[in-house]
Nanobody
Framework: QVQLVESGGGLVQAGGSLRLSCVAS????????MGWFRQAPGKEREFVAA????????YYADSVKGRFTISRDNSKNTVYLQMNSLKPEDTAVYYC?????????????????WGQGTQVTVSS
């Protein structure tokens, strides 16, 4: 079993930055890939970014490429999402997810465990 706890969400003005963190407990963190997804009201959960087990490979949704950066620290069992140049359309609940394989996944169904989510609100 893997438990994921996100933090770092909040209210920020357009153009601002936030850094989300997700701490994992349970199984060996370095054995699995991690991802960030988001869900806005009335919309389906969508892929944001993913990172493989070592941190050597990352992948981003086109909507966040160049603005968001995913990283991980396996010594701290933590994955991060640095979000810069935030836009009102980035407003959503952001979820951390763990995939019990070492390679990247981009689908909701690729992931085995999910955090409870953290709210990000970007005002215009």
């Amino acid at each position: 079993q893997v438990q994921l706890v996100e933090s770092g969400g909040g209210l920020v003005q357009a153009g601002g930055s936030l850094r989300l963190s997700c701490v994992a407990s349970g199984r060996a963190f370095s054995n699995y890939a991690m991802g960030w997804f988001r869900q806005a009201p009335g919309k389906e959960r969508e892929f944001v970014a993913a990172i493989n087990w070592s941190g050597g490979s990352t992948y981003y949704a086109d909507s966040v490429k160049g603005r968001f950066t995913i990283s991980r620290d396996n010594s701290k069992n933590t994955v991060y999402l640095q979000m810069n140049s935030l836009k009102p359309e980035d407003t959503a609940v952001y979820y951390c997810a763990a995939r019990l394989v070492i390679g990247i996944g981009v689908l909701v169904s690729d992931y085995n465990y999910w955090g409870q989510g953290t709210q990000v609100t970007v005002s215009s």
